[in-house]
């Protein structure tokens, strides 16, 4: 049993070069358990921090809080055994942004390497410039916001794309049957920008650049998570629920004192 602690901490977290220096003010030094879910969380939150500085994700535009939304959901995912323990890739999409900008950051968790930044299409149905609202209903032709499990590429109408599996009932687990996929467009390039000052938008599909695409779909394909983070106070999601990661720093400090050897 410990084994299979250990191991599951080294999958899910990666703290063997994270947490080097931490000490857990309230750890009692004789058996090294952790007093509080104070301490887990200013673990949790340091090992966030990590790897935001190390990506250099401020530098790209985006923020902590969304990274640690994105973050937070990809451990519960792992704890859950929903997600291949060998999966080290996140997306991470910010419809909070306008379209002009660079919204979607691919992430390597292992390596702690920012692997792209790109522009993304949100669906006509949510907004022009800006995304402002959000729909899991067919033909409402909107964004849909929330964590994703990607899936296998398949030839369609758009060419090479990648299924989406939605994880979040009522916000956008009817992905498949909309057909939202991963898709390149001509509409999402400088070139549309240039011409209309926004970028063109799609059915609802996270659309990015036509010369970009086989790259992000060899990148994120086979189950890897994808987060689509917006502006609606109605979203919320199991999977942004803390409890789980904490209780797991909390409920075995050994092997985090074993990760920092």
Known sequence: ?????????????????????????????????????????????QYVNNLYQAASLQQTGLTFDVFEKAITGYTNLKLNHQLPQSSSVLTVVDFTKSSREKRMWIIDLFSKQLLLNTW???GQGSGEEMATSFSDRNDSHQSSLGFYLTDKVYMGKHGRSLH?????E???SNARMRDI??????????AAINHQGYLGRS???PAVPAHLANTVINTIKDKTVLFINGNDDSYTSKYLD??????????DTTAFDLARL
């Not at 989406?164 to 979040?168: E, F, I, S, T």
């Open 242 to 251: 803390e409890t789980g990661p904490l209780n797991f720093i909390a409920a």
């Open 1 to 45: 049993m410990r084994k299979h602690l250990w191991c599951v901490t080294f999958s899910v977290l990666f703290l063997a070069t994270t947490i080097v220096s931490w000490r857990s003010v309230g750890a009692n030094k004789s058996d090294g358990k952790v007093n509080s879910t104070l301490n887990a969380k200013e673990l949790f939150n």
């Open 120 to 122: 993304v299409a949100h």
């Open 181 to 190: 996929v991963i898709h390149g467009a001509s509409y999402v390039s400088q």
């Open 170 to 172: 009522g916000f956008n």
């Open 164 to 168: 989406l599996d939605g994880l979040d």
């Open 203 to 205: 059915f609802g599909c």
